[in-house]
């Protein structure tokens, strides 16, 4: 048998939701999954408040100077492993922003990144994809 | 020490949506003042915008806001043609505000529902949400993403509305409107939404005044402007409605306020659907002769204003974006002052606040804050200051 610690992983995922310095689209439609249309809640996927409780970090938007240190320190939080999935054109590569002065590096110049969904915003079907694609891949 | 304690609200909440960090200073459950600090978000647009082309530069300040997003490019369109000194054909201006009204209405639903869930009322949440998802498919139907629409271009918008989609437009104007009536029914008659949101948060108009706030948070504390009116633009000096004022100032009548507005904008899109003019949908932009222009819209939250000055080639030189939040936010600081601990929460989302559209600057030193909230207004009221001496 596998590790337990990725076979109880892949069940019922909790979601903590990052945003690093997005334009707020990719995170309106994260919140747009738990809502009736598309509803992710009947499988089990949770948006938790606190990171301690997260089986996966769904980050949005470009890593700048000033969000970076907090970023890293939530990601030391989550208990290990934790899926990090990078959500949204930005969070994929820095993109329109790439000459910008206050953008630091890609994501995973800092942390390991599990999967990308790219998007501007992706739509929620391709969010539940994603998600589905990084758990088998484990 | 008196009883004073520090409740920090962020950088990372599970309330909101964006980095950005609040210090309630209490004393007991009662807020005595509140410090803001941004800057989360900050990403340089305004570094940025000149290194792209006039054509291009809407995609960019598209993606200042995701919620705002037709309002940054219009204005920043309705700018370069004020440099350009063209007019686009009367069927783009339709178009605009047609776009520009639906955006309202996905924005205050949103505001609505989240508003619902700050005080603990998911189900508003959820119903809000789910009639904001058909407002969402008819912006993928006439501008093929949900968000982010690019229909702006300068000269004109990129995309027809079809004779054939008209129907099915006013159908989702039935169903939001019925709905819509239903949910200000809600508000107005839950004696549990009523007792969370009346009197809570009160701005004054004198405080209004003096903080500048726009758009849906000054037009409750009795501040009677609407950009639409007072300067008109696209399509609204030609169909009929209406600026909704009201005189309380707490977080009831701001809700009123967007609930009604919501109606308004209906009637806008029915009013440009049904005499949409024949014709083209674009003029042809040669060049944009050196000079300045500005442009000016309301955007959900209030009066969005972009600055352009060209040098004649195909790039802006300069490009200045302020947001509505940025006056917004700091009325905070008079609105949440007073208040219960447990009400903070939704006054400080009452005004509708969009941290990544007012981030034009950040200070810090490797991570760590360099300058406070106070030091930058005070560095901002220097400023003005030495502006006034000028004139």
């Known amino acids: 048998m596998k590790d337990p610690r990725i076979w109880g992983l892949k069940k019922s995922p909790w979601v903590y939701h990052l945003a690093a310095a997005p334009c707020n689209n990719c995170d309106i439609e994260i919140l747009e999954l738990l809502t009736p249309r598309y509803d992710v809640e009947r499988f089990g996927v949770v948006l938790v408040g606190s ?88 | 020490m008196s009883g004073r304690r520090i409740v920090p609200i962020g950088p990372y909440h599970p309330l909101q949506e964006e980095p950005e960090f609040f210090k309630l200073i209490v004393e007991g459950e009662t807020v005595v003042d509140l410090e803001i600090n941004i800057g989360y978000n900050h ?21 200042i806001c995701g919620i705002c997003s037709n309002s940054h490019p219009l204005a920043c369109v309705l700018a370069i043609e004020d440099c350009a000194g ?13 776009v520009q009204e639906l955006e309202r209405i996905h924005s205050h639903l949103l505001w ?69 009536m239903m949910l200000t029914k809600a508000v107005l008659d839950d004696p549990v939404i009523r007792s969370r949101l009346e009197g809570v948060g009160v701005l004054t108009r004198e405080q209004a005044i003096a903080y500048s706030v726009t758009g849906p948070t000054a037009r409750p504390s009795g501040v009677d402007i609407d950009v639409r009116r007072d ?25 009123k306020a967007r609930l009604f507005e919501m109606m308004e904008s209906t009637k806008i899109i029915r009013a440009c659907l049904k005499d949409l003019p024949e014709g083209p949908i674009e003029t042809r932009v040669d060049e944009v002769p050196p000079g300045e222009g500005i442009g000016r819209t309301e955007a959900p939250r209030g009066e969005v204003f972009h600055y352009i000055r060209s040098d004649g080639t195909n790039r802006p030189l300069r490009h200045k974006v302020r947001a509505p939040s940025f006056m917004n936010i700091a009325s905070n600081v008079v609105a949440v002052k007073g208040g219960s601990i447990a009400d903070a929460a939704l006054t400080l989302a009452a005004v509708d606040p969009c ?7 950040a200070a810090f030193e490797d991570g760590k804050m360099k300058l406070s909230g106070k030091d930058l207004l005070r560095l901002s009221w220097q400023k003005t200051e030495r502006i006034r001496e000028r004139f």
């Not at chain 1, 969000?67 to 949204?88: F, H, N």
């Not at chain 1, 739509?123 to 484990?138: D, S, Y």
């Not at chain 2, 941290?355 to 600057?361: A, I, L, S």
Request: include cysteine.
């Open chain 1, 51 to 138: 990171p301690r409780h997260a089986d996966a970090l769904l980050v949005t938007g470009v890593l700048n100077r000033k969000s970076l240190p907090r970023v890293l320190e939530v990601y030391e939080q989550t208990p290990k492993p934790c899926l990090v999935i990078g959500v949204g054109t930005c969070a994929c590569g820095k993109q329109i922003f790439r000459n910008s002065y206050n953008v630091v590096g890609p994501y995973d110049k800092y942390m390991p990144v599990h999967a990308y969904i790219p998007g501007c915003p992706p739509k929620p079907e391709t969010m539940i994809l994603g998600v589905v694609k990084a758990l088998a891949k484990l």
């Open chain 2, 43 to 63: 990403r340089g647009h305004e570094f940025v915008s000149p290194e792209l082309t006039y054509d291009q530069v809407p995609f960019l300040v598209e993606r």
């Open chain 2, 86 to 98: 063209i007019k686009p054909p009367p069927r783009a201006d339709y178009i605009r505000s047609v």
């Open chain 2, 112 to 180: 609505l529902g989240l508003a619902g869930h700050f005080i603990g009322y998911n189900t508003v949440w959820m119903w809000a949400w789910r009639y904001r998802e058909h407002v969402l498919e008819l912006f993928e139907m006439i501008t093929g993403n949900r968000n982010h629409y690019a229909m702006n271009k300068p000269g004109g918008v990129r995309r027809d509305i079809k004779t054939e989609q008209i129907p099915q437009i006013l159908a989702v104007m039935d169903v939001v409107d019925k709905k819509v």
């Open chain 2, 231 to 255: 300067d008109p633009h696209c399509a609204y000096d030609r169909v009929p409605w209406d600026v909704i004022v009201f005189n309380e100032g707490d977080v009831l009548a701001k809700t």
């Open chain 2, 355 to 361: 941290y990544c559209c007012t981030e034009r600057m």
